[in-house]
C-alpha cells in the first residue's frame, strides 16, 4: 500500500519554491494580522485577494477549494450562526426567533469571528498543500531548531494521514475475512469497534520502531550535521518575510491607534 | 463448486499505475495454481479483485457466477479466502484465538461450528499451543502462520496465499506446503502467489506467470517452467533440476527428482 505521508501535493509552483520558513510566515502573518485587525472586513479581505489568489499561484487551487467547500465554510459557517444566536451583545435588533435576538452588534461579531477562523485554517491549508513536512523541518533545524522539537511537530503533520492509511489497510483485513462495514448506520459504527484497539495499539509499535530507527541513524548525536538537500533562501524571500512582519506590525499599530 | 473467470481485465490504480492490462482466465474448482513473476507485475493487484479488496477498472470477475462488482466484499468473503503479503497488514486481535474466529463468526456460523472451524484451522497450521498468545507477540514466521489460519478457519472453497512462505525456513516451508496439500484433498481451490520456484515447482499442477500486467505464461508446470527464455522476461528463473534436464537434453521438462531421474534413465 502507498502511503501518503502529509497533505502535501506534489507540483511545480512559485508558491512550492518559496522557502518554508517564508510560507510559514505568511501563514502565521495572515493569521495574526485577520485576528489584530481593529476593522471586520480585513479578513473577508485576505480571502479575496491572498488566500484563494496563492491557491491559484501554488496550483492547489481543486484541493484547497475541495477542503474549503466541505470542511472550512461548514465549520465557520456553523460557528457564524451560533455566535449570531448566542451573543448577548447590542441592542439594535434586527429580527427575532423564538427567545433569540439577533443584534446588528453579534451580527458582525460573529461574522468577524467566523472569517478569522476561516482565514486561520485556510492559510495553514495552503502551506501544508505547498509545503513538504520534511523541507520545512530541515529548513528549520538549520537555522537552529532543537531537532528533537523537528521531530514533534514532523510527527505530528504525519499522524492524520498515517493513520489513515493504517486504518484503511486494517479495514480491508477485516473486510476480507467478512466483516460488514458498508449498509447500514450500526453497520458502520459496529465496525468501528474492533478498528480502535488494533489502530490505537499499532500505532504504538509503530512510534517505537520509528525512534529505534532513527536513533540508529544518529538522530541524538551532538556533533554537526549536514543537509542533502539545499533549500535556497533568495533575497525575495528575505524581503518578503520582512514584509509580512512589518504588515503585523502595521495591523497592531492601526489597533491601538484606534482604541 | 465454484469457478473463477476473469474476463479482460484492466486496473489502473488511483496514481495512475497501469498495474492489469488485459487479463483472461479461467480457474476450475479444485485447482491449484502458482502465480508467478517479477516484482511488480501486478500478482497481489490480481488475486485482490477475487474477493472484491480492488473492483476492475474495466473487464469483470466473477466468483461462482458473482460479479464481485456487485457482491459486497463481506458477501464475497463466504466464498474466497486472501491470506495478505505482509500478515501485519492482516492481523489486529489480541489472541491467536480470536483472530482465528474472527472470520467464521463474521460468516454467521454458529458457537459450535465456529470452535470445530478455529480448532482445525490451529491444528493444520500447528498453533494449538499458542491460542491465547497475543499475535505481535510471535515470531514473524508464527504470525505468518496466524494470518493462514485465521483464512482456513473459513473454510471457503477458494484460498489465496499471497507469498506464503518469504522468509520462512525449511520447516515453516515444508509446513506451508502440507497445509496446502491438505487443502487440495478437501477439494479447495488454492492460489498462491510466490517467488520461491522450487515451491512453486513440487506443490502446483498449474502455473500461471506475470509480466507487467499481463499473462505470460499459463499451463501445466511442466510446460510453463519449460519455457526459460520467456520466464526470463518477467525475471523466472527455472528450478535447477529442470534447467540442468535442459542441458542433457532430456526429452520431456523436468522439475522434481523423481522426474529427473526417470527421464535420465530413459535416456
Ligand atoms: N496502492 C498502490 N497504489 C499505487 N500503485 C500501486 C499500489 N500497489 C501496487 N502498486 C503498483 O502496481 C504495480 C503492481 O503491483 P503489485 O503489488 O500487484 O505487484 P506484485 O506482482 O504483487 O509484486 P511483489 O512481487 O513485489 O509483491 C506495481 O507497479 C506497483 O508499484
Ligand atoms: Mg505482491
Redesign the pocket.
Known sequence: ??ERLSFYVKRESFLHHLNPLTKLTLAFGLVFAAFLSPWYWTPSFFVLFAIIPLSFIGKVQREYFGAALRLILPAAGFLFLMQSFFQPIGVKVIFKFWFLDITQESLMFAFTNASRIFVMVSSFTLFLLTTHPSELMSDLTRRGLPSQFAYVIISTIQIIPQMQAKAQTIIAAQRSRGLDTQGSFFNRIGALVPLVGPLVFGSLVEVEERAIAIEARGFTSTSIKTSLREIPDTRFDKMFRWFLILLVIAVIAARIWLS | MIKIEIQDLHYT?P?G?E?LRGISLTIKPGEQVAMV?Q???????LVKHLNGLLQPTSGSVLIGGWDTKKAAVAKLAARVGYVF?NPDEQLFSSTVGMEVAFGPHNLGYGDEKVSALVKDALALTELSDKTATNPYDLSATWRKMVALASIISMDTEIVIFD?PTTGQDALSVARIANIIAELRKRGKTVITIT?DIDFCAENFERVIALSQGQVLLDGTANEVLGQENILAQTYVDPPQLTRLGKRLRLKETVRNQEEFLAALKKK
Open positions: 500500500m502507498r | 490504480y496514481g499505475v498495474a513473476g516484482n511488480g507485475s501486478g500478482k497481489t493487484t503479503q507469498e517467488h
